[in-house]
Nanobody, 123 residues
């Protein structure tokens, strides 16, 4: 089992950058692939990015590809999401989630979830 805590959210203007962190507890962090998801008010939770256990493979949604970068440091039990060129439509609560095996890039493909961190992008 792994526990996840997100941090780094905040209020920024359009075009700005923001970095999120997902800190995990437990000595088996490197056994899990990690994903970032987001949920805007009134919308379903959607996939943003994911990274494999060893960090060699990354996956992005079309809406963030080229603007967001996911990375991980297994020695620090942390996954990062660097968000550049932010847009108002990026406003959402961002969640990180862990999966022993990524069966699909959807919320149901991930087992453990953090509580989320709010990102608000003003126009």
């Amino acid at each position: 089992q792994v526990q996840l805590v997100e941090s780094g959210g905040g209020l920024v203007q359009a075009g700005a950058s923001l970095g999120l962190s997902c800190a995990a507890s437990g000595r088996t962090f490197s056994s899990y692939a990690i994903g970032w998801f987001r949920q805007a008010p009134g919308k379903e939770r959607e996939f943003v990015a994911a990274i494999s256990k060893d960090g060699e493979s990354t996956y992005y949604s079309g809406s963030v590809k080229g603007r967001f970068t996911i990375s991980r440091d297994n020695a620090k039990n942390t996954v990062y999401l660097q968000m550049n060129s932010l847009k108002p439509e990026d406003t959402a609560v961002y969640y990180c989630a862990a999966a022993y095996i990524i069966s699909e890039l959807r919320p149901r493909g991930f087992t453990y979830w953090g509580q989320g961190t709010q990102v608000t992008v003003s126009s």
